[in-house]
């Protein structure tokens, strides 16, 4: 970590080691009430999750489907000073009977110290909805 890290790629670093960690408290804190995860892809954990109590409920549900296997390894953050931050990780997860890893990033958009918008975007779209599928009907 630089020593003279940005405000808001802290901000970032610090919602990666509490998602790792499993501390939903944590994680709550540093987001806006009103913040939104937009989630690619077509599947049953794709779209626009808004307000805090969505966005939680979205990691949750990945935990569920995944059997608490779904873990990141973060590469890079990077901030542009304007109030953005980009990240890039790994994700790994196995569901059913089938595992997954793949590359890919967050575009966050900070306000006042928290997170108000997480834009995730993955290496292979069509693959990770495989993965995820659709939900049970």
Not at 78 to 89: A, C, F, K, L, T
């Amino acid at each position: 970590m630089t020593h003279h890290e940005h405000p808001d790629a802290a901000l970032v670093r610090k919602g990666y080691e509490a998602f790792t960690a499993g501390d939903m408290e944590t994680l709550a804190s540093l987001l806006t009430s009103d913040c939104t995860h937009h989630a690619p892809g077509d599947n049953q954990i794709s779209g626009h999750f808004k307000g805090r109590d969505n966005v939680l409920g979205l990691y949750a549900k990945v935990s569920e489907l995944t059997g608490g296997t779904f873990h990141v390894e973060l590469k890079g953050v990077y901030p542009d000073g304007r109030g953005h931050v980009m990240s890039v990780h790994t994700w790994h997860a196995d569901k059913d009977d089938r595992g997954i890893e793949m590359d890919g990033g967050l575009f966050f958009t900070a306000i006042g110290g928290k997170i108000s918008d997480i834009d995730e975007c993955v290496a292979d779209i069509t693959e990770a909805d495989a993965f995820w599928g659709q939900a049970a009907a």
